[in-house]
T-cell receptor, first 113, second 114 residues
Framework: GDSVTQMEGPVTLSEEAFLTINCTYT??????LFWYVQYPGEGLQLLLK?????DKGSNKGFEATYRKETTSFHLEKGSVQVSDSAVYFC????????????FGTGTKLQVIP | NAGVTQTPKFRILKIGQSMTLQCAQD?????MYWYRQDPGMGLKLIYY???????DKGEVPNGYNVSRSTTEDFPLRLELAAPSQTSVYFC?????????????FGDGTRLSIL
């Protein structure tokens, strides 16, 4: 079946540092890929998505490119802020009567001033 | 603009008790989902619904039941609470079942079974 593997956390960075959170997947067919963010005490929110190979999703300075050849969807941001501290989930979406989403285990990011 | 609303936010139950977790959405979405989130794990799908009157099991349905009498509401029922059901529960919705649709999540219900 489908699976998503993302790097273990927590990740601790200083403000303005470069962020990479690795995500790889295994899947049949042509899934869509997502990054969701979860702030403390809240539900998941869509951060960005990509629906086909070579698509780049971007939002709030975050970017990720759908790489079919390496089955990866790594999340990057050039300069993190304290307000980016949260848990980030990589996810894969398939259709088939309903939207079946496979989530990674989440990576906690802590940004210190 | 409420989106997906879950109640209660926190609850402590004793083993064997029952309760219903409420979920309502105001986006007129046909598709709704219940997940549980355990520490260090991704979200696991409990049940889903593709419209009023239509529900089906997800990955981890044992010990839970759902109903969907209206488009807006999708309650999750625990009949005989067990310690293994201690978790954070999230309700989500999407406008359709396409692979590229984002899901909209509530803020969760943190449930402890003692």
């Amino acid at each position: 079946g489908d699976s998503v593997t993302q790097m273990e956390g927590p990740v601790t960075l200083s403000e303005e540092a470069f962020l990479t959170i690795n995500c790889t997947y295994t899947a049949t067919g042509y899934p869509s890929l997502f990054w969701y963010v979860q702030y403390p005490g809240e539900g998941l929110q869509l951060l960005l998505k990509a629906t086909k190979a070579d698509d780049k999703g971007s939002n709030k300075g975050f970017e990720a490119t759908y790489r079919k050849e390496t089955t990866s969807f790594h999340l990057e941001k050039g300069s993190v802020q304290v307000s980016d501290s949260a848990v980030y989930f990589c996810a894969l979406g398939q259709s088939g009567g309903y939207q079946k989403v496979t989530f990674g285990t989440g990576t906690k990011l802590q940004v210190i001033p | 603009n409420a989106g997906v609303t879950q109640t209660p936010k926190f609850r402590i139950l004793k083993i064997g008790q029952s309760m219903t977790l409420q979920c309502a959405q105001d986006m007129n979405h046909n598709y709704m989902y219940w997940y549980r989130q355990d520490p260090g794990m991704g979200l696991k799908l409990i049940y889903y619904s593709v419209g009023a009157g239509i529900t089906d099991k997800g990955e981890v349905p044992n010990g839970y039941n759902v109903s969907r009498s209206t488009t807006e509401d999708f309650p999750l029922r625990l009949e005989l609470a067990a310690p293994s059901q201690t978790s954070v529960y999230f309700c989500a919705s999407s406008s359709n079942g396409d692979s590229n649709q984002p899901q909209h999540f509530g803020d969760g219900t943190r449930l402890s079974i003692l």
